[in-house]
C-alpha cells in the first residue's frame, strides 16, 4: 500500500490567500517529514522538514504541522503568490529504520491565481 | 557549499542498448547517496541507496544496477535497456539517515 498519501491532485488559490497542502501516512515509526517543492522537468527541492518531537514548524510564509495521532502533517502558505505554483511533495522517514527509504506521496499540484 | 551533478542532462536511447548515468557530489565528505527514478505522470521511487563507498542496497527491482567507486561517486547503470526504463533520474545526497535529502539537477532518459 502507499504509505504517504496526498489525497488532492490539485489544489487552486487566488493570490493572497492561504493554501494547505495535506499529507497522510502509515507508518507510526515515520519521525521525519519534509515538504519538497518540484517544477516540471525539475529536481524537487526541499522547503521545510519537521522532526516528531515538534508539531509546528515556521519558515516565513511556509508553516509544517504535525499531527501524529491523526498520522496526518500538512503545509500552509500565507499570502500564496503566483511563483508558488508548482507540484508539492510529501515525504517521511524512519530515522531509526534499516532501508534508508525517504518515502514520497504523488504530489499536488498548487496553482495560484493572479 | 555542496553541489551535486548529474551526467547526462539528456539521453535518448534504443530498447537493449546499455545505460550508464552518473553523479558527483562535493564538498561533502561520506554522505549517504539515493538514486531515484519518475516515469512520467508517476511517483518518485528511491531505487538505490549507498552510505558508503562500494555498498549498494537496492531498494526497487527495476533491472538496473548501482556502484558507488568513490565516496563523491554514484552510477546507475544497465546492460540493457527497456521502454519501461524511460523517465527522469535523480540522485540525492543527505548527511545521514533521517536527514533532508538533496537532489541533482536530474537526467531525463527516454528509451524508443
Known amino acids: 500500500g502507499q504509505q504517504v498519501k496526498q489525497s488532492s491532485p490539485s489544489l487552486t488559490v487566488q493570490e493572497g490567500g492561504i493554501s494547505i497542502l495535506n499529507c497522510d501516512y502509515e507508518n507510526d515509526m515515520f519521525d521525519y517529514f519534509a515538504w519538497y517543492k518540484k517544477y516540471p522537468d525539475n529536481s524537487p527541492t526541499l522547503l521545510i522538514s519537521?522532526?516528531?518531537?515538534?508539531d509546528k514548524r515556521e519558515d516565513g510564509r511556509l508553516t509544517v504541522f504535525l499531527n501524529k495521532s491523526g498520522k496526518h502533517f500538512s503545509l500552509h502558505i500565507t499570502a500564496s503568490q503566483p511563483e508558488d505554483t508548482a507540484v508539492y511533495l510529501c515525504?517521511?522517514?524512519?530515522?531509526?529504520?534499516?532501508?534508508?527509504?525517504?518515502?514520497f506521496g504523488k504530489g499536488t499540484l498548487l496553482t495560484v491565481t493572479p | 557549499a555542496q553541489t551535486i551533478h548529474q551526467w547526462p542532462v539528456a539521453e535518448i536511447k534504443a530498447v537493449g542498448s546499455p545505460l550508464s548515468l552518473g553523479c558527483t557530489i562535493k564538498?561533502?565528505?561520506?554522505?549517504?547517496l539515493y538514486w531515484y527514478w519518475q516515469a512520467t505522470g508517476g511517483t518518485l521511487q528511491q531505487l538505490f541507496y549507498s552510505i558508503t563507498v562500494g555498498q549498494v542496497e537496492s531498494v526497487v527491482q527495476l533491472n538496473l544496477s548501482a556502484s558507488r567507486p568513490k565516496d563523491d561517486q554514484f552510477i546507475l547503470s544497465t546492460e540493457k535497456l527497456l521502454l519501461s526504463h524511460s523517465g527522469f533520474y535523480l540522485c540525492a545526497w543527505s548527511p545521514g539517515q533521517g536527514y533532508e535529502q538533496y537532489f541533482g539537477p536530474g537526467t531525463r532518459l527516454t528509451v524508443l
Open positions: 519537521v522532526r516528531s518531537n515538534v
Open positions: 564538498g561533502k565528505s561520506s554522505p549517504n
Open positions: 515525504a517521511a522517514d524512519h530515522s531509526g529504520g534499516s532501508n534508508y527509504k525517504l518515502t
